[in-house]
């Protein structure tokens, strides 16, 4: 595609519930990055899959958040028995390669935990 | 560990009048330096970097920034503001060392600038 491509745009839940964010990242970008982005803050780095390498999990916060990623394709970013203080917006990014300084971001995916 | 700095969450100006962002970071080598810009609802985009060579950048939109060694800054300006360009600005570092985890970005908190006509 043209640009990274997140949805959904919004999403509202409640609070215990599952709830699942994709990314599609530009064609033929090897790298895809998530970041998680709360209301006044920086950006935090969450996840990062290279092509067929085990991915560095070391942002995510605790052990009900997980993200998948099928080969150089779609990114799923799941979040278990969501929190309040999971509402933020999460963010997706993708690069050619690791050693592309440039990061392309998609529009982000509002979460709102109720 | 890296960290970026960004002075005033808040900056306001007059339509025409100088920008001027801030943004230091803290770091044991100089990283590579960015700037991104978010438009309401939007994703961020790239307005510029520094990775080597020339210190003083220039980036979309007329915004440039000078990165200064001796006070660890890549302050972020442009001469004449427009409407158009209120926005949030993040200024984000990624180390320089090979290997590791040099991937990933570290970001400021943003600074909203606001135009006033």
């Known amino acids: 595609g043209a640009g990274v491509s997140q949805s959904p745009s919004n999403k509202v839940t409640e609070k215990g519930k599952d709830v699942e964010l994709r990314c599609d990242p530009i064609s033929g970008h090897t790298a895809l990055y998530w970041y998680r982005q709360r209301l006044g803050q920086g950006l935090e780095f969450l996840i990062y899959?290279?092509?067929?390498?085990?991915?560095?999990k070391s942002g995510l916060p605790s052990d009900r958040f997980s993200a998948e990623r099928t080969g150089e394709s779609v990114s799923t970013l799941t979040i278990q028995r969501t929190q309040q203080e999971d509402s933020a917006v999460y963010l997706c990014?993708?690069?050619?390669?690791?050693?592309?300084?440039?990061?392309?971001f998609g529009a982000g995916t509002r979460l709102s935990v109720l | 560990a890296q960290s970026v700095t960004q002075l005033g969450s808040h900056v306001s100006v007059s339509e025409g009048a100088l920008v001027l962002l801030r943004c230091n970071y803290s770091?044991?080598?100089?990283?590579?330096l960015f700037w991104y810009v978010q438009y309401p609802n939007q994703g961020l985009q790239l307005l510029l970097k520094y990775t080597t060579g020339a210190t003083l950048v220039k980036g979309i939109n007329g915004f440039e920034a000078e990165f200064k060694k001796s006070e660890t800054s890549f302050h972020l300006t442009k001469p004449s503001a427009h409407m158009s360009d209120a926005a949030e600005y993040f200024c984000?570092?990624?180390?320089?060392?090979?290997?590791?985890?040099?991937?990933?970005?570290?970001f400021g908190k943003g600074t909203l600038l606001t135009v006033n006509p």
């Open positions: 899959f290279q092509g067929n390498s085990a991915p560095d």
């Open positions: 984000a570092v990624r180390s320089r060392n090979s290997g590791g985890s040099n991937y990933k970005l570290t």
């Open positions: 990014a993708s690069s050619p390669g690791t050693g592309w300084h440039i990061q392309y």
């Open positions: 770091s044991s080598v100089p990283p590579y």
